[in-house]
């Protein structure tokens, strides 16, 4: 069964940082792409970056790039997102996701990271 | 970047009836990068539909996507209990973008 577990959020104070993980399982992680989706509180999904299956290319939204990292351990099975310099805005449910078919084919129960001071 | 729209806001109905949910791009979008995803209050989006027509895994046939160019449907044949949730559109071209998303409620 296709797994993945996000970890690693919480509340942080505007201008700070927090390192998220997603824990995949029941596949293998080292042939997808993945990326990360957010979701501000009552609002819509917001895609936020992307990597490929080997890190050699790897896409940001314009409202994290220069802020976030993406990044991946295929010996771990594990997607990262570090996020630095953290904004109120930032403040949202974020899920990681398999990329498969041109589409986001599984999705974790997300993360919730809050920014308030 | 390619902006989706989706339409209505917010759809009322009632079980058994049938659901057209509009998603439209304000530039032309390969048909191959158009998706539908569902996602039911306190849960994950899942995927429903991707390519504009073809089914995902596990996806029941009352839902069918059509459409290309900048326009494009999500229709539920009939609405089960459980169809009622937010649907989002979603396009990859230069960048990945969502629609704002339809929610379909209990009429």
């Known amino acids: 069964e296709v797994q993945l577990v996000e970890s690693g959020g919480g509340l942080v104070k505007p201008g700070g940082s927090l390192r998220l993980s997603c824990a995949a399982s029941?596949?293998?992680?080292?042939?997808?792409?993945m990326d990360w989706v957010r979701q501000a509180p009552g609002k819509g999904l917001e895609w936020v970056s992307s990597i490929s299956i080997g890190s050699s290319h790897i896409y940001y939204a314009d409202s994290v790039k220069g802020r976030f990292t993406i990044s991946r351990d295929n010996a771990k099975n594990a997607l990262y997102l570090q996020m630095n310099s953290l904004r109120v805005e930032d403040t949202a449910v974020y899920y990681c996701a398999r990329w498969e078919h041109d589409a986001l084919d599984f999705w974790g129960q997300g993360t919730l990271v809050t920014v308030s001071s | 970047e390619i902006v989706l729209t989706q339409s209505p806001g917010t759809l009322s109905l009632s079980p058994g009836q049938r659901a057209t949910l509009s998603c439209r791009a304000s530039q032309y979008v390969t048909s191959s990068y158009l998706a539908w995803y569902q996602q039911r209050p306190g849960q994950a989006p899942r995927l429903l539909i991707y390519a504009a027509s073809r089914r995902a895994t596990g996806t029941p046939d009352r839902f069918s996507g059509s459409g290309s160019g900048t326009d494009f449907t999500l229709t539920i044949s009939r609405l089960e209990p459980e169809d009622f949730a937010v649907y989002y559109c979603?396009?990859?071209?230069?960048?990945?973008?969502f629609g704002g998303g339809t929610k379909v409620e209990i009429k």
């Open positions: 029941g596949f293998t992680f080292s042939i997808y792409s």
């Open positions: 979603q396009q990859y071209g230069t960048s990945l973008t």
